[in-house]
């Protein structure tokens, strides 16, 4: 299966912990989204990639929040700190894509994301 | 900005029966409109999308959706549901491509 894979499935914290969740995105691929979803909630956009340019960092939730594609393979999603309110589902989706504000639509492949619990 | 409403949380169905998960949505620019569906620990799968052309979009797994552009809505349907069905279905839009804005979600329950 050449989808996208994300590691860890599930991760527990405790609280004031660093975590670090990993995405690898389908190969062709070079445009990468986080996305969290809390229980009960639909998906919130975090931030996105084209290659290893991160294009969006404006919704991340505090500056206890990064990403990184170094390579523009492979992105790194890290929480400094947390609290409980951290704990959700963490989703990565890829998709290719043109020049970064076009027009066209590419569909978002998601991974099966990242379970946080901070206790 | 846009958002997104399903104004129903949880819809409970028998089997076979027809069901109808409504999604309005506001935006002020042209958008893309989209269903996707997640089963219990899984990612997010598209269902359907609505880029251009016919408002009646047709998607996998016998669902529809159609577009309504003067009622900002994108309800989807389907006429006989199955058990395997259930799942959440989440309501999704965006106008670049880049950002999806995400309603709340509608747990679908099918009852035998």
């Known amino acids: 299966d050449t989808g996208v894979s994300q590691n860890p499935r599930h991760k527990i914290t405790k609280r004031g912990q660093n975590v670090t969740f990993r995405c690898d995105p389908i190969?062709?691929?070079?445009?990468l989204y986080w996305y969290r979803q809390t229980l009960g909630q639909g998906p919130e956009f975090l931030t996105y990639?084209?290659?290893?340019?991160?294009?969006?960092k404006s919704r991340l939730l505090s500056d206890r929040f990064s990403a990184e594609r170094p390579k523009g393979s492979f992105s790194t999603l890290e929480i400094q700190r947390t609290e409980q309110g951290d704990s959700a589902m963490y989703l990565c989706?890829?998709?290719?894509?043109?020049?970064?504000?076009?027009?066209?639509?590419?569909?978002?492949?998601f991974g099966p994301g990242t379970r946080l619990t901070v206790l | 900005a846009q958002s997104v409403t399903q104004l129903d949380s949880q819809v409970p169905v028998f089997e076979e029966a027809p069901v109808e998960l409504r999604c309005n949505y506001s935006s002020s620019v042209s958008v893309y409109l989209f269903w996707y569906v997640q089963y219990p620990n899984q990612g997010l799968q598209l269902l359907l999308k609505?880029?251009?052309?016919?408002?009646l979009v047709k998607g996998i797994n016998g669902f529809e959706a159609e577009f309504n552009k003067s009622q900002t809505s994108f309800h989807l349907r389907k006429p006989s549901v199955h058990i395997s069905d259930t799942a959440e279905y989440f309501c999704?839009?965006?106008?670049?491509?880049?950002?999806?804005?995400f309603g709340g979600g509608t747990r679908l329950m099918v009852k035998p």
């Open positions: 999704a839009v965006t106008n670049a491509g880049n950002m999806l804005t």
């Open positions: 609505y880029l251009s052309g016919s408002t």
């Open positions: 990639f084209q290659n290893e340019a991160q294009l969006e």
């Open positions: 989706a890829s998709s290719s894509g043109g020049l970064a504000g076009g027009e066209s639509y590419n569909e978002q492949f």
């Open positions: 190969s062709e691929h070079n445009r």
